[in-house]
């Protein structure tokens, strides 16, 4: 299985300190654009130590960076997991964001949450 991992998500990992959890999940996709955004001087200074700490870390575990393109990173997301899922792959976002959530169950893609400090697979 392939989880894609959006920023805020990767970002929640480390500053709750549950990232190991992430990693039993299945395989872990981040895209080009999660990438940049994790990246950008623009992120508050706790904001960017995180990211900071959450690159070095999907370094470590030799996370797979993969092209996506998208207006926003959440179009390029959509665009990656419906990709995927037309190459017959299963797939999943990992995202705490309730809009994305919302544009990826109308086209049939289930999420990574967290619940109650454990993470949870959603229909």
Do not use: C
Request: net charge positive; hydrophobic share 45%; no cysteine.
């Amino acid at each position: 299985m392939a989880i894609i991992i959006d920023t805020n998500f990767v970002i929640y990992l480390i500053k709750h300190k549950i990232a190991d959890q992430a990693r039993e999940m299945g395989r872990l996709v981040l895209p080009s654009t999660v990438e940049e955004e994790l990246k950008k001087p623009t992120l508050g200074s706790d904001e960017r130590r995180y990211a900071s700490a959450a690159l070095a870390l999907l370094d470590s575990w030799k996370v797979e960076i993969v092209p996506a393109e998208g207006r926003s990173v959440d179009d390029s997301i959509l665009n990656l997991a419906k990709s995927l899922k037309k190459e017959g792959k299963d797939v999943q976002v990992a995202t705490l964001d309730e809009a994305l959530i919302s544009r990826l169950n109308k086209i049939g893609i289930r999420t990574v949450g967290i619940k109650r400090g454990k993470l949870v697979s959603k229909a």
